[in-house]
């Protein structure tokens, strides 16, 4: 993630925060399941905003937490929503979900910390047009830095390579085509995948559901 490289094993409670970009692979072989929110933004604010002000303006500040009493509200925060529960119950377990993780002050998030101008250019030629087939040289080209130069950098600064911060570009693009009622061969293509399929592995693996299961949950 954005905020540097961590390993969750099970149980652990994993974040992302709006406009953060994340990778993973599986550690050793065994079978692996997620249960996932996801937050619109202002409703966590909304929530965070009758807690004392070190932790409003809401940002995780964790990328990985082995914390069993915020996994049990998480889990039961899941099952609430899931179920279609009152809406008092979700609201009681996220205000106590967003209290015991613990926050940082929100920062803006479109530079990394640390990261060189240079890289900045790099990441805007992808974040402008995440569909775009573009080449490392393209990204050299823009920061002004060598080919190893600007992979390496940029990898500093963001924790992923610039392959994997562009799918994950592409996947927040066709995520948001695909909630706003685009086909998913449409999405597909307005992304920048191979075609629908591609598409669907990404999605499964980055989101731990697949485009046609999200767009009826979205529907």
């Known amino acids: 993630s954005g905020r540097g490289q ?4 099970p149980g652990h409670v994993i974040t992302v925060n709006p406009g953060e970009v994340h990778d993973g692979a599986p550690l050793g072989d065994g079978l692996r399941a997620w249960q996932m929110l996801y937050l619109d933004p202002q409703v966590v604010a909304e929530a965070a905003a009758g807690l004392p002000a070190a932790l409003r303006g809401y940002e995780f ?3 990985a937490q082995d914390r069993p009493e915020l996994a049990r509200d998480v889990l039961a925060l899941y099952a609430q929503a899931t179920a279609g529960a009152a809406p008092l119950a979700c609201d009681v377990l996220l205000l106590r979900i967003l209290a015991r ?6 920062r803006v998030r479109d530079r990394p910390r640390g990261a060189p101008d240079a890289i900045r250019h790099a990441r805007s ?3 402008d047009d995440p569909a775009a087939a573009l080449s490392l040289a393209d990204l050299a080209a823009a ?3 060598s080919r190893y130069q600007v ?3 940029f990898s500093q600064a963001t924790g992923l390579t610039p392959h994997a911060y562009q799918m994950q570009r592409r996947l927040l693009l066709a995520r948001s085509l695909i909630r706003q009622g685009t086909a998913l061969a449409a999405a597909a293509a307005a992304g920048g995948f191979a075609d629908q399929s591609h598409m669907t592995r990404l999605f499964v693996r980055a989101y731990g559901v697949s485009p046609a299961r ?6």
Request: charged share 20%.
């Open 214 to 219: 999200y767009a009826r949950a979205a529907g």
């Open 151 to 153: 992979l390496r950098a």
């Open 125 to 127: 030629l992808i974040d």
């Open 143 to 145: 920061s002004g830095l």
């Open 6 to 9: 961590v390993e969750a094993g």
């Open 61 to 63: 500040e964790h990328p």
């Open 101 to 106: 993780a613990g926050a940082a002050p929100a």
